[in-house]
């Protein structure tokens, strides 16, 4: 009998996903106008764009500056009024005790010369080719900030010398049962980070729970005061510091920063639209967000034009990452209380931080703002090297643009900015074919020596 409701939950599942990829390919042909937004055609050199004004006369989006070259001028604004309480509910939420690391703190680096702080879960059994990309990369490209992370709780002794020679902070994460609460039955999914839990907090799976460890361990970092990106850890590759175009974190603007996935108005190949993809086209996030908030609620027509924003690349100031990661985990936790269709693995990390987003509930929308692809600390290159048209597209290179010394830069920066070469790689792994025989003639930028032991101290780590 168990067998049978499951089979024909399976079938369910399959019929959904197809009306949905169906409706989906609809709204891409076919732009459908919420009477409480309305839109204008702006001319912009070879095309037109949408300019997204709300009732109240605030322009939301502005993707024709872009293409006319004016970044600083670009805006990507949720697309609904803002519930004037919702500044002051975010704070309130903010100002709660934030309660102490749940995992064992391994080993406590020195403090470096920056107070800027990487943090992201590599809790993997062996994981040192993935710690030289990562740590190594960032500290062979001038990186000096915090590195804090999760590892297995039984990382071995190769990769713990090498990430204390490298002046990292690592915690020990230990998988855990999730709790019965959160659990639903018959649930299957093959995706272990959203099937397992860690120790200490069972009550989010591990693809939740890894935002609330940053939470606790960026505030458990006193010296941790600067810029903080909460990142995926197992692709990700640096070329730079990539905060080195972002300024002072004091002076910033904006203390909260999205990085967009490439869209219909950041393709350097416009004449082949389905290498981009828009959040409001994509039956990915309509079919992980409506079983749980309702098609009336999310609107996707309304965002068939705007940008899809990355979860495993989001930078913030130590006040501006601390309302993002609050903010997710709690309606991560509201979620799971709600029942099976607002839990993961049915609603997963980024499209519910995509929805928050557009409906403004991270808040203090004059302090947050997203970076169009291409521009800024992070080139995600995961959309643009797989080309959904052929029979293996995955490691497409057509898209991906070199300087004179081969390093991928960003596409819509200028030859004058800090940012011109991507500071970040995010994604890389599904542009392997041909970024494994790169990163091989590259290995300056993340080894000195071969051998990991042999690997020199960062200066401001006791030997």
């Not at 090498?162 to 609460?181: H, P, Q, R």
């Not at 991270?362 to 995600?380: A, D, M, Y």
């Not at 596409?411 to 790169?438: F, N, T, V």
Request: hydrophobic share 35%.
């Amino acid at each position: 009998m168990g067998r049978l409701k499951l089979k024909i939950q399976s079938h369910l599942f399959i019929i959904v996903a197809l009306f949905i990829s169906l409706q989906s390919l609809w709204l891409s042909s076919k732009v459908t106008v919420s009477s409480s937004l309305h839109t204008t055609n702006n001319a912009v050199g070879v095309g037109q764009s949408l300019h997204a004004i709300l009732p109240d006369g605030t322009v939301t989006f502005t993707p024709y500056e872009i293409k006319a070259g004016r970044l600083d001028k670009y805006v990507n604004l949720p697309n609904t009024m803002i519930d004037p309480h919702v500044d002051a509910d975010i704070h309130n939420l903010m100002m709660q005790t934030v309660p102490l690391p749940a995992e064992v703190l391994l080993h406590q680096a020195p403090n470096p010369p920056s107070t800027n702080a990487i943090v992201g879960l590599a809790s993997y059994p062996k994981f040192m080719d993935g710690w030289r990309k990562l740590v190594g990369s960032l500290r062979l490209n001038g990186y000096e900030g915090h590195i804090i992370v999760g590892v297995n709780k039984n990382i071995p002794q190769e990769e713990q010398e090498y990430l204390d020679k490298m002046g990292v902070t690592y915690y020990a994460v230990e998988i855990a049962n999730c709790s019965s609460t959160i659990l639903d039955k018959d649930e299957n999914t093959s995706n272990k980070v959203r099937s397992v839990c860690s120790q200490g907090l069972e009550d989010l799976k591990l693809e939740w729970g890894r935002y609330e460890m940053a939470r606790r361990w960026l505030k458990a970092c006193k010296n941790c005061t600067g810029w903080s990106m909460v990142i995926d850890t197992r692709d990700i590759f640096f070329q730079r510091d990539p905060f080195v175009s972002l300024g002072k974190a004091e002076d910033a603007t904006h203390d909260l920063v999205f990085v967009e996935e490439v869209s219909s108005f950041t393709n350097t190949l416009p004449q082949t639209p389905h290498r981009a993809v828009n959040i409001g086209q994509s039956s990915r996030y309509r079919f992980h967000v409506e079983p749980c908030y309702g098609k009336d609620n999310v609107k996707a027509h309304e965002l068939i034009h705007r940008p899809m924003l990355c979860s495993g690349t989001v930078i913030g100031t130590s006040n501006g990452i601390h309302r993002f990661l609050s903010v997710l985990v709690e309606e991560f936790k509201k979620n799971n209380a709600k029942g099976p269709l607002c839990r993961s693995p049915v609603t997963t990390d980024q499209w519910t931080m995509n929805y928050l987003y557009y409906k403004g509930r991270f808040g203090f929308v004059k302090q947050t703002k997203t970076l169009p692809f291409g521009t800024g600390p992070v080139l995600t290159v995961g959309k643009i090297c797989v080309n959904s048209a052929l029979k293996d597209g995955l490691s497409q290179i057509d898209m991906i643009e070199f300087d004179a010394n081969d390093l991928i830069v960003n596409p819509h920066e200028p030859e004058s900015s800090m940012a011109r070469i991507a500071p970040a790689l995010h994604q890389w792994d599904r542009c392997r074919g041909w970024m494994r025989p790169w990163l091989q003639k590259h290995k300056d930028l993340f080894m000195v020596n071969e051998k990991p032991g042999d690997e020199p101290y960062m200066s401001w780590v006791k030997t």
